[in-house]
T-cell receptor, first 111, second 112 residues
Framework: RKEVEQDPGPFNVPEGATVAFNCTYS??????FFWYRQDCRKEPKLLMS???SGNEDGRFTAQLNRASQYISLLIRDSKLSDSATYLC????????????FGDGTTLTVKP | SQTIHQWPATLVQPVGSPLSLECTVE??????LYWYRQAAGRGLQLLFY??????ISSEVPQNLSASRPQDRQFILSSKKLLLSDSGFYLC???????????FGDGTRLSIL
């Protein structure tokens, strides 16, 4: 079993739809959590950190469920420009801030 | 603000040739530094990380090595490239243990 798992998708949704991704992690000692966005043939870019209380940034909401060991990303009112691969990352809080990345979930927003 | 520079952007090398990819970070001191490889359509594979000058940890046995000759400089090298070394190489830095990582633009390496 992988340390961090994501549904690879693809998720194909119409503009304006709400879409949610989950990411499960196996290490219960994990300390910090992040969502990244990666466009085709580009580097991953930090989308948002995930806090215990949940956090929101515009149309994006991230939540952490420690009991069930998963994080989620909700995108409301999807735009064409949201089409990308979304990677989750989990830090165990030790070992030089190493992150374990999921393989990503691909989202395509269609007109 | 902090910036990370990685070069070259693309590289085509013959099998058996050497490799040197360089990454520098500006605007911070004593960052944690990382090298990743991403095969086409796949996830990120951590190759090396460093918590300070001269300190290198290797994650997977391979044909590559890394060095950190200066605080904000991280170099990925190989003496003889293999076909399997092709991929998208990404350098990243983070400020601290529980902080996110920030990536350079990446180097797309093709081995012929």
């Amino acid at each position: 079993r992988k340390e961090v798992e994501q549904d690879p998708g693809p998720f194909n949704v119409p503009e304006g739809a709400t879409v949610a991704f989950n990411c499960t992690y196996s290490n219960s000692a994990s300390q910090s959590f992040f969502w990244y966005r990666q466009d085709c043939r580009k580097e991953p870019k930090l989308l948002m950190s995930v806090y215990s209380s949940g956090n929101e940034d515009g149309r994006f909401t991230a939540q952490l469920n420690r009991a069930s060991q998963y994080i989620s990303l909700l995108i409301r009112d999807s735009k064409l420009s949201d089409s990308a691969t979304y990677l989750c990352a989990v830090n165990a809080g030790t070992n030089a801030g190493k992150s374990t990345f999921g393989d990503g979930t691909t989202l395509t927003v269609k007109p | 603000s902090q910036t990370i520079h990685q070069w070259p952007a693309t590289l085509v090398q013959p099998v058996g040739s050497p490799l040197s990819l360089e990454c520098t970070v500006e605007g911070t001191s004593n960052p944690n530094l990382y090298w990743y490889r991403q095969a086409a359509g796949r996830g990120l594979q951590l190759l090396f990380y460093s918590v300070g000058i001269g300190q290198i940890s290797s994650e997977v046995p391979q044909n590559l090595s890394a060095s950190r000759p200066q605080d904000r400089q991280f170099i990925l090298s190989s003496k003889k490239l293999l076909l399997s070394d092709s991929g998208f190489y990404l350098c990243a830095w983070s400020e601290d243990t529980n902080q996110p990582q920030h990536f350079g633009d990446g180097t797309r390496l093709s081995i012929l």
